[in-house]
Nanobody
Framework: QVQLVESGGGSVQAGGSLRLSCAAS???????MGWFRQAPGKEREGVAA????????YYADSEKGRFTISRDNAKNTVYLQMNRLKPEDTAMYYC???????????????????WGQGTQVTVSS
């Protein structure tokens, strides 16, 4: 069983930066770790993902160049560095983990079996 705890959300002005952290307990080697977000009235969407061994990364087109996902395997933690934030980035951000050896659709919610409780990001104009 994998448990995920997100932190680092908050309120920032447009153009600002935030770094989200996802601390995992349990076995997350050879898993896909992803960040998703969900705004009120919208579906949950994939933002970025990383394979914990090898470090392959995946990004939604709208986030390429602004967001960076990384991991620290020694700390069992995955990060999402978000720069040049926009009001439309406002959402609840969730960390997710796949089952081992599964990362075929890294930005799809169906790929992931474990979810955190989320951390709120609010960007004001």
């Amino acid at each position: 069983q994998v448990q995920l705890v997100e932190s680092g959300g908050g309120s920032v002005q447009a153009g600002g930066s935030l770094r989200l952290s996802c601390a995992a307990s349990g076995y997350i080697y050879y898993t896909c770790m992803g960040w998703f977000r969900q705004a009120p009235g919208k579906e949950r969407e994939g933002v970025a993902a990383i394979y914990t061994v090898g470090g392959s990364t995946y990004y939604a087109d709208s986030e390429k160049g602004r967001f960076t996902i990384s991991r620290d395997n020694a700390k069992n933690t995955v990060y999402l560095q978000m720069n040049r934030l926009k009001p439309e980035d406002t959402a609840m951000y969730y960390c997710a983990a796949s089952k081992p050896y599964s990362c075929n659709s890294p930005l799809s919610t169906g790929e992931f079996s474990y979810w955190g409780q989320g951390t709120q990001v609010t960007v004001s104009s």
